[in-house]
């Protein structure tokens, strides 16, 4: 897993600090983490033909770090629920992580 450092910018491999600056980057791994496993837990919910929860999931792992995978999550679990407004939120905030 990548993380950049807020400090300054450089790209880190699993580092618990910053190669280049010494900043501290545990914090940012662990909330990247989190989020990943929201969006891996709202992907089994849509799999078991749960979009509610996996709509809570989507939105949990995005209040956590803004990624396309939770914006891709949000998208189909607002279909799923039937709630296109919603829907079409989460496709623009996809849309905006990932300018075509």
Same mark, same amino acid.
């Given at each position: ?14 580092? +618990?600090?910053?190669?280049? $600056?010494?900043? *501290?980057?545990?914090?940012?791994? @662990?909330?990247?983490? /989190? #989020? =990943?496993?929201?969006? +891996?837990?709202?992907?089994? $919910?849509?799999? *078991?033909?749960?979009?509610?929860? @996996?709509?809570?999931? /989507? #939105? =949990? ?40």
């Amino acid at each position: 897993m990548e993380i950049k450092c807020p400090s300054c910018n450089k790209a880190n491999s699993d580092a +618990a600090q910053c190669i280049r $600056c010494g900043c *501290e980057l545990e914090g940012l791994i @662990a909330i990247t983490l /989190a #989020a =990943r496993r929201e969006t +891996a837990i709202g992907a089994e $919910c849509l799999k *078991e033909g749960k979009p509610a929860q @996996a709509l809570n999931h /989507a #939105a =949990r792992s995005w209040m956590l770090k803004k990624s396309p995978e939770a914006a891709k999550l949000g998208f189909l679990a607002g279909v799923g629920e039937k709630k296109f407004e919603e829907a079409l939120i989460w496709r623009e905030r996809a849309r905006i992580i990932l300018p075509s």
